[in-house]
């Protein structure tokens, strides 16, 4: 069981849900007082929203060329009047709009990329750890020779006999990077299977299949959950680097990897093209890296209390019974 389950399976179940209810309350808590960590994740919260509703907040079309309008800088106006917060390109497309087309294009390929290397890295993973023997030795020596390669020059190679697209890069994204989870499954699944709740779970006749569903994987989430996050922002700089060089992404849709190889031939004119979509990936990439921080602190079980409990405030009394 995971480690809410584990504290409150013994309560009634008007307790257990009222004890689940403050164990999460102390988490949001937890959050709002790590000024960085939230700041981080109102960040990503917004850069979700706008991924999502771009069709509907973007306020213009990201494919519109408008020649009268070209090179309008940030907070500039064009001569039809249009506003343009972050400015237009060389074809007077709205700079603001193409970000947040580009960032569900970009958050897309991370989320589901690391979401089919998760699935695939883990479940072999967590079977090598169980099972161990000759599965345990063949997938192993898998992962150690797949690390050893170059993933960028191997990528670039299958992209270009398969050609470029979306699906492709999710293909490609599964195929290099499931190893990571693979390993760090295996390992967990070898540190938890001596645990006395597996032995409990064998000693009743319970299946492999359950122990490894209700027992095994529940203990897994945290850590798998920290390096998922991870593994987003490495997508989402591996999408930006492949399509820059003409391997991801395809006009006419807008990534932000796309955009700066748009932008790179008119740096010394409109240094926006460039440096908007550059600190957009690179925004992104920190947030997703300092919340996977404030998430592996706060799942782990010897650090977990410095941040579930409020601090004291200066001169007051301290609780010796709490």
């Known amino acids: 069981m995971s480690a809410v389950d584990t504290n409150t399976a013994a309560l009634p179940e008007e307790e257990h849900d009222r004890a689940v209810a403050i164990t999460w309350r102390a988490y949001a808590k937890a959050l709002l007082r790590d000024r960085v960590a939230f700041v981080s994740a109102v ?70 990329g690391a979401l089919c290397s998760g699935i695939v890295g883990i479940t072999l993973g967590v079977l090598a750890g169980f099972y161990r023997g000759l599965l345990e030795d063949l997938l192993m020596r898998a992962v ?21 697209g979306f699906a492709n890069l999710i293909l490609i994204f599964t195929l290099l990077h499931w190893m990571v ?17 597996i032995t409990a779970a064998r000693a009743i006749g319970g299946s492999d299949r359950r122990i490894i569903l209700t027992h095994l994987l529940p203990n897994m989430v945290s850590p798998l959950i920290v390096l998922f996050t991870l593994e987003i922002a490495v997508l989402i700089l591996s999408e930006a680097s492949l399509s820059f060089l003409g391997f991801g992404v395809q006009a006419p849709q807008s990534s932000w990897g796309l955009m700066i190889a748009r932008g790179r031939e008119y740096i010394s004119s409109a240094w926006w093209l460039v440096v908007m979509p550059g600190a957009a990936i690179f925004l992104t990439a920190l947030a997703l890296n300092l919340v996977a921080a404030w998430a592996r602190a706060i799942t782990d079980p010897v650090q977990r209390w410095r941040w579930l409990t409020p601090p004291r405030r200066k001169n007051q009394p301290v609780d010796h019974d709490a």
């Open 43 to 112: 960040f990503l919260l917004l850069l979700l929203i706008a991924a999502a509703g771009a069709h509907l907040l973007a306020p213009y079309d990201p494919n519109h060329a408008n020649l009268g309008a070209r090179f309008v800088p940030p907070l500039g106006t064009a001569r039809d009047g249009g506003f343009h917060l972050l400015g237009t390109d060389e074809l007077g497309r709205d700079l603001f709009s193409r970000l947040m087309h580009g960032a569900r294009v970009s958050m897309s390929i991370g989320l589901l």
């Open 144 to 164: 150690d020779g797949m690390m050893a390669l170059p993933s960028l020059l191997i990528a670039l190679f299958i992209l270009f006999v398969i050609g470029p």
């Open 181 to 197: 989870f693979a390993r760090m499954a295996r390992s967990l699944t070898l540190n938890h299977q001596q645990s006395t709740y």
